[in-house]
């Protein structure tokens, strides 16, 4: 990232939260590396091996290892939400 980057305020919703602990107890190794990811989107909100959802751009999709996180990118707000986290595997 660089020194001059604008950062995005990331916003975790609370279905995402429960999500992720729920997650963390089966896949512990897995989920410990959501936080990491997420954190870096605040840097980077289209960070490589993101993927856009649909037409609009706004909703975009990281895969982390064999899990999924779904996330909304505000640029007006600067802000990522992140909606969902669950395996890659399974439909959302």
Do not use: C, F, N
């Not at 609370?14 to 959501?34: C, F, H, M, N, R």
């Not at 996180?69 to 669950?86: D, K, P, T």
């Amino acid at each position: 990232m660089r020194d001059d980057a604008v950062l995005y305020e990331l916003i975790w919703e609370p279905e995402a939260i429960e999500q992720l602990s729920t997650l963390a107890k089966t896949y512990p190794d897995a989920a410990a590396g959501v936080i990491p990811a997420v954190h870096l989107l605040a840097g980077d909100p289209r960070a490589a091996g993101s993927t856009p959802l649909g037409g609009s751009g706004t909703y975009r999709r990281l895969q982390v290892g064999h899990l999924r996180i779904i996330y909304a990118l505000s640029e007006a707000a600067h802000a990522v939400r992140i909606i969902l986290v669950g395996r890659a595997d399974q439909p959302r």
